[in-house]
Antibody, heavy 120, light 109 residues
Framework: EVQLVESGGGLVQPGRSLRLSCAAS????????MDWVRQAPGKGLEWVSS????????YYADSVKGRFTISRDNARTALYLQMNSLRDEDTAVYYC?????????????WGLGTLVTVSS | QSALTQPASVSGSPGQSITISCSGS?????????VSWYQQHPGKAPTLIIY???KRPSGVSNRFSGSSSGNTASLTISGLQAEDQADYYC?????????FGGGTKLTVL
């Protein structure tokens, strides 16, 4: 059974940094592309970032480009999101998501999420 | 990276069928089978219900079906049940980034 467990969320002041982690199990992490998707309180889903299985390719939403960095450690089966220069609008539940890909991609497994609150 | 367009809300009675639309452009929804659909109950994480336009993951009821025409994808839920009341999101992920629709709140009357 696929398990994705996020951690690292909390209350942080604007302009500060936070690092999210995701512990993955139940599948071959080293061959899976992974993503972060967020959801602001009462709002819809927003894709944040993706990383290829070997970390060769990393992509970001325009809203976080230059501030967030996605990374992974295949030996530890862990996914990370380093968030710098945080803004109020980054307040959201952040989901760690496993991606499947054929001719297109889709999100086949989701973690429970970790809440990040950016406020002074 | 513009969001896809979904109706804010739809409703139906138990046993009826409803359809949720998802509109985009030729570079996202209009591309070959790039749309997936997610169901989210309040306070829960989303779950995948349709991928590649019309395929269902194992364990998902065959009451859920997906289709597309031009730049619009659709999710149809037949035989509505109370447990179908949830938020539904479409997503296009055919290239290097994903874009979601704004979400549709389904109310089962």
């Amino acid at each position: 059974e696929v398990q994705l467990v996020e951690s690292g969320g909390g209350l942080v002041q604007p302009g500060r940094s936070l690092r999210l982690s995701c512990a993955a199990s139940g599948f071959t992490f080293s061959t899976s592309e992974m993503d972060w998707v967020r959801q602001a309180p009462g709002k819809g889903l927003e894709w944040v970032s993706s990383i290829s299985s070997s970390s060769t390719f990393r992509y970001y939403a325009d809203s976080v480009k230059g501030r967030f960095t996605i990374s992974r450690d295949n030996a530890r089966t862990a996914l990370y999101l380093q968030m710098n220069s945080l803004r109020d609008e980054d307040t959201a539940v952040y989901y760690c998501v496993k991606e499947s890909r054929y001719r297109s991609s889709w999100f086949d497994s989701w973690g429970l999420g970790t809440l990040v609150t950016v406020s002074s | 990276q513009s969001a896809l367009t979904q109706p804010a809300s739809v409703s139906g009675s138990p046993g009826q069928s409803i359809t949720i639309s998802c509109s985009g452009s030729s570079s996202d929804v209009g591309s070959y089978n790039v749309v997936s659909w997610y169901q989210q109950h309040p306070g829960k994480a989303p779950t995948l219900i349709i991928y590649e336009g019309g395929k269902r993951p194992s364990g998902v009821s065959n009451r859920f079906s997906g289709s597309s025409s031009g730049n619009t994808a659709s999710l149809t839920i037949s035989g509505l049940q109370a447990e179908d009341q949830a938020d539904y999101y479409c997503c296009s992920y055919g290239g290097t980034f994903a874009v979601f629709g704004g979400g549709t709140k389904l109310t089962v009357l």
